[in-house]
């Protein structure tokens, strides 16, 4: 399950020289990047030679002798290059015996290290914030930085309580007395030491971090010896969900000044253990709820990595919230990435979340206007989640369609959009902040939307179950309305625009979880807080489960586990930690063919490695009826309308009005009131949806205007 799975290959075989009797292959893979997306002038490539050449291969770039370091391969017969100084655009790479003709050749693209690659035409405008982060002022206007490394020890008199138990060292002094030690993964007993570099690639900083003592050899893609890198990489995604236009100053979850115990979830375990973690600024979606652009920015960072340090065995994604999204969307639409998955709080796709907390405040402001008399359990049967006040918050909270929805720390009030003072101002809505995958609209210039609520029965099965009557039905669903393009509420219900829509699809950004997904494995950890106002509500878990089973007929590649409230999520995720390992572990191993990956991936699930709730006392629970009635899953506005639990639908397709739909019994004039509240029919839940299908995957974007 390397990164190498991915990438184009150039093979020709080749007569050997004389002295060889076979025709053997010369191979060249790139190792680092695909070979259409390479970046930043460098890169690793892998070469398969016959073995009386094995010594004395010719690499030329363009036609000239390579810049590149040589040395042996992982495998037999193999070298790793690294190559540098490639140029801007196309690059053609050949190899073969030294003093003959090349034997084969590979041509490769090469983007700037600023970006972009394929996620189109950078975001303006755009703020630089290195030195909030304490790098100093930017050298050019994609915010760049020289790279900076820096070494941090954790001390042997501290404590897991404290803040951050790290301190900084200083590598040309003595190495303090008080430095503890660690033993990783592989069993080595080492100085905590930690080595930390940050930089700047496509404009976003980044962080690179693991065990290493000063003075001693770097990992590098030929030899892990002498290294405390147990040759794994953790990838960090930070949580939020706001529009961009800022660098960032959350790096994907890892605190700037050095603690790893913020939203990695996993606080320090992982580096204790020799994994490698990284992240950026950009793989943060309280920066920028773009996760094409985190998907190209975490492309870019792991290439450094492996042209640097070498290869990762694989790379495990790991994120709360905004970072679960993150997860989801680049494991299914970029695969490859990503090897295995290890969300919190979790989220299917950004989209369909944005759909119900904005259907949240429709309702609310529906309720508000209603001549009856709604009582909060009315409400919260309506909206379909544990309690009113879920909705009441989470409505106004995430107003995700309000071009005004800017964090106010890194974008400048007066960059903002306001429809009279800056018509042509930064819009900070969802759709505004990926443009260049929904276009833009000619007629405003905004970008093109693809959210619908058209035909949606809201309070369907709170009117069947007899929780609310006839007349508060229909005067819901004739009053609830939509918003505008601005995100105000309006009394017609939202259209969806047509190639947003197709989009929305076409481009993955509705997670089905039919590519990527269906191969790798997922542990699924939530902190249980249905029951309260917090918005990380339990049903999130179980629509991806439900779209992994509609997408690919088993759901066997995720584990699901929930935590009593007052659990600490982050002790407990070095055992998530601990069995992803060996699960990953197990497939790496697994030799036997398999018809498709997911096969793969479900036959090598440890036995252990189980759906499960725990007590706040830790104690595990692989019994689903007890952990059901423990945890009691909910619902969201749209599901309680009806539609199906994979809740992929952005816009349903229509029906009459139908008496069979509803349970009660319907006067002649409730029902042609009915028929008046959706003068265009009603959702269809029993066809697809509206311009659905399934994702194509590793697109590239150019704005469309």
Same mark, same amino acid.
């Given at each position: 399950? %390397?990164?190498?799975?991915?990438?184009?290959?150039?093979?020709? $075989?080749v007569?050997?020289?004389?002295?060889?009797?076979?025709?053997r292959?010369?191979?060249?893979?790139?190792?680092?990047?695909?070979?259409?997306?390479?970046?930043g002038?460098?890169?690793?490539i892998?070469i398969?030679?016959?073995?009386?050449?094995?010594?004395a291969?010719?690499?030329?770039?363009?036609?000239?002798?390579?810049?590149?370091?040589?040395g042996?391969?992982?495998?037999?017969?193999?070298?790793?290059?690294?190559?540098?100084?490639l140029?801007? &655009?196309?690059?053609? !790479?050949?190899v073969?015996?030294?003093?003959?003709?090349?034997a084969?050749?590979?041509?490769?693209?090469?983007?700037?290290?600023?970006?972009?690659?394929?996620?189109?035409?950078?975001?303006?405008?755009?703020?630089?914030?290195?030195e909030?982060?304490?790098?100093?002022?930017?050298?050019?206007?994609?915010?760049?930085?020289?790279?900076?490394?820096?070494?941090?020890?954790?001390?042997?008199?501290?404590?897991?309580?404290?803040a951050?138990?790290f301190?900084?060292i200083?590598v040309?002094?003595?190495?303090?007395a008080?430095?503890?030690m660690?033993?990783?993964?592989?069993?080595?007993?080492v100085p905590?030491?930690?080595?930390?570099?940050?930089?700047?690639?496509?404009?976003?900083?980044?962080?690179?971090a693991?065990?290493?003592?000063?003075?001693?050899?770097l990992?590098?893609?030929?030899?892990?010896?002498?290294?405390s890198?147990?040759?794994? $990489?953790?990838y960090?995604?930070?949580?939020g969900?706001?529009?961009?236009?800022?660098?960032?100053r959350?790096?994907?979850?890892?605190?700037?000044?050095?603690?790893f115990?913020?939203?990695?979830?996993?606080?320090?375990?992982?580096?204790?253990?020799?994994?490698?973690?990284?992240?950026?600024?950009?793989?943060?979606?309280?920066?920028?709820?773009?996760?094409?652009?985190?998907?190209?920015?975490?492309?870019m960072?792991?290439?450094?990595?492996i042209?640097?340090?070498?290869?990762?065995?694989?790379? !495990?994604?790991?994120?709360?919230?905004?970072?679960?999204m993150?997860?989801?969307?680049?494991?299914?639409?970029?695969p490859?990435l990503?090897?295995?998955?290890?969300p919190?709080a979790?989220f299917?796709?950004?989209v369909?979340?944005i759909?119900?907390?904005?259907?949240?405040?429709?309702?609310?402001?529906?309720?508000?206007k209603?001549p009856?008399?709604?009582?909060?359990?009315?409400?919260?049967?309506?909206a379909?989640q544990?309690?009113?006040?879920?909705?009441?918050r989470?409505?106004t909270?995430?107003?995700?369609?309000?071009?005004?929805?800017?964090?106010?720390?890194g974008?400048?009030?007066?960059?903002?959009?306001?429809?009279?003072?800056?018509?042509?101002?930064? %819009?900070?809505?969802?759709?505004?902040?990926?443009?260049?995958?929904?276009?833009?609209?000619?007629?405003?210039?905004f970008?093109r939307?693809p959210?619908?609520?058209v035909? !949606?029965q809201?309070?369907l099965?709170?009117?069947?179950?007899?929780t609310?009557?006839?007349?508060?039905?229909?005067d819901?669903?004739?009053?609830?309305?939509?918003?505008?393009?601005?995100?105000?509420?309006?009394?017609?219900?939202?259209?969806?625009?047509?190639?947003?829509?197709?989009?929305a699809?076409?481009? &993955?950004?509705v997670?089905?979880t039919s590519?990527?997904?269906?191969?790798?494995p997922?542990?699924?950890v939530?902190?249980?807080?249905?029951?309260?106002?917090?918005?990380? @509500?339990?049903?999130?878990?179980?629509?991806? %489960?439900a779209?992994?089973v509609a997408?690919?007929?088993?759901? &066997?590649?995720?584990?699901?586990?929930?935590?009593a409230?007052?659990? @600490?999520?982050?002790? #407990?995720?070095h055992?998530?930690?601990? @069995?992803?390992?060996?699960?990953?572990?197990? !497939?790496?191993?697994?030799n036997?063919?398999?018809?498709?990956?997911?096969?793969?991936v479900?036959?090598?699930?440890?036995?252990?490695?189980?759906?499960?709730?725990?007590?706040?006392?830790?104690?595990?629970?692989t019994?689903m009826?007890?952990?059901?009635q423990?945890f009691?899953?909910?619902?969201?506005?749209?599901?309680?309308?009806?539609?199906?639990?994979?809740?992929t639908?952005?816009?349903?397709?229509?029906?009459?009005?139908?008496?069979?739909d509803?349970?009660?019994?319907?006067?002649?004039?409730?029902?042609?009131?009915?028929?008046?509240?959706?003068?265009?029919? #009603?959702?269809?839940?029993?066809?697809?949806?509206?311009?659905?299908r399934?994702?194509?995957?590793?697109?590239?974007?150019?704005?469309? @205007?």
């Amino acid at each position: 399950m %390397r990164f190498t799975s991915l990438i184009t290959v150039g093979v020709v $075989l080749v007569a050997a020289p004389a002295s060889a009797q076979t025709t053997r292959v010369y191979e060249v893979r790139t190792l680092s990047a695909r070979a259409d997306m390479v970046t930043g002038g460098n890169l690793l490539i892998q070469i398969t030679t016959p073995p009386s050449v094995h010594d004395a291969v010719s690499i030329t770039v363009n036609g000239r002798e390579a810049e590149s370091e040589l040395g042996p391969g992982m495998f037999p017969g193999t070298l790793v290059a690294r190559l540098e100084a490639l140029q801007i &655009g196309k690059n053609i !790479i050949e190899v073969g015996p030294k003093g003959r003709k090349p034997a084969t050749r590979l041509a490769v693209v090469n983007h700037p290290i600023t970006g972009p690659v394929f996620s189109g035409p950078h975001q303006m405008p755009f703020n630089c914030e290195t030195e909030g982060l304490g790098l100093g002022a930017p050298l050019d206007a994609d915010c760049s930085v020289a790279k900076r490394v820096d070494y941090f020890y954790r001390s042997g008199n501290s404590s897991s309580a404290q803040a951050n138990p790290f301190k900084p060292i200083d590598v040309n002094a003595p190495r303090p007395a008080d430095v503890a030690m660690t033993t990783t993964l592989d069993g080595k007993r080492v100085p905590y030491i930690v080595r930390r570099e940050m930089g700047t690639i496509n404009r976003a900083v980044y962080v690179i971090a693991f065990l290493h003592e000063p003075g001693t050899p770097l990992p590098n893609p030929w030899t892990a010896n002498g290294s405390s890198w147990n040759r794994r $990489l953790i990838y960090s995604f930070g949580a939020g969900c706001l529009a961009g236009y800022h660098q960032g100053r959350n790096i994907g979850g890892l605190i700037s000044n050095w603690s790893f115990l913020g939203e990695t979830q996993l606080d320090d375990y992982a580096i204790e253990r020799g994994y490698a973690v990284a992240s950026s600024s950009l793989n943060s979606f309280g920066t920028s709820c773009a996760d094409v652009i985190s998907a190209e920015t975490m492309m870019m960072v792991k290439e450094h990595f492996i042209e640097q340090f070498g290869v990762p065995l694989y790379t !495990i994604g790991s994120g709360r919230s905004g970072g679960s999204m993150q997860q989801h969307l680049i494991a299914n639409n970029y695969p490859g990435l990503l090897d295995g998955l290890i969300p919190t709080a979790a989220f299917a796709d950004t989209v369909t979340f944005i759909t119900h907390m904005s259907d949240c405040e429709l309702l609310e402001k529906a309720f508000d206007k209603s001549p009856f008399a709604w009582t909060d359990d009315q409400k919260r049967s309506v909206a379909g989640q544990a309690n009113w006040p879920f909705c009441r918050r989470n409505g106004t909270q995430f107003t995700l369609l309000r071009p005004a929805n800017c964090d106010r720390q890194g974008v400048r009030a007066d960059q903002i959009y306001d429809a009279r003072t800056r018509p042509n101002g930064a %819009r900070c809505t969802y759709q505004d902040n990926m443009v260049n995958v929904f276009g833009r609209d000619p007629k405003t210039g905004f970008a093109r939307r693809p959210f619908d609520n058209v035909g !949606i029965q809201y309070g369907l099965e709170a009117l069947n179950d007899g929780t609310i009557t006839v007349e508060q039905f229909i005067d819901l669903n004739s009053r609830v309305g939509g918003h505008d393009i601005d995100g105000q509420i309006i009394a017609a219900r939202t259209v969806a625009d047509p190639d947003a829509l197709r989009m929305a699809f076409a481009s &993955g950004r509705v997670n089905d979880t039919s590519r990527g997904m269906a191969a790798v494995p997922i542990i699924d950890v939530r902190p249980y807080t249905d029951g309260t106002s917090d918005v990380h @509500d339990a049903i999130n878990s179980h629509v991806t %489960r439900a779209r992994l089973v509609a997408a690919n007929g088993t759901s &066997g590649n995720q584990v699901l586990r929930t935590y009593a409230p007052g659990t @600490d999520i982050p002790q #407990v995720q070095h055992d998530n930690l601990d @069995d992803m390992e060996r699960w990953l572990t197990a !497939i790496a191993n697994d030799n036997p063919p398999a018809r498709t990956s997911l096969e793969k991936v479900i036959r090598n699930r440890p036995a252990t490695v189980t759906d499960a709730c725990y007590t706040s006392e830790g104690e595990k629970i692989t019994d689903m009826r007890r952990c059901e009635q423990m945890f009691p899953v909910y619902s969201n506005p749209r599901l309680a309308a009806g539609m199906p639990m994979a809740a992929t639908m952005l816009k349903c397709e229509l029906k009459p009005v139908d008496r069979k739909d509803y349970s009660v019994p319907l006067t002649a004039g409730q029902f042609a009131a009915i028929k008046a509240a959706f003068p265009s029919g #009603v959702c269809d839940y029993t066809r697809k949806g509206a311009a659905v299908r399934a994702p194509d995957v590793w697109l590239s974007y150019e704005r469309r @205007d």
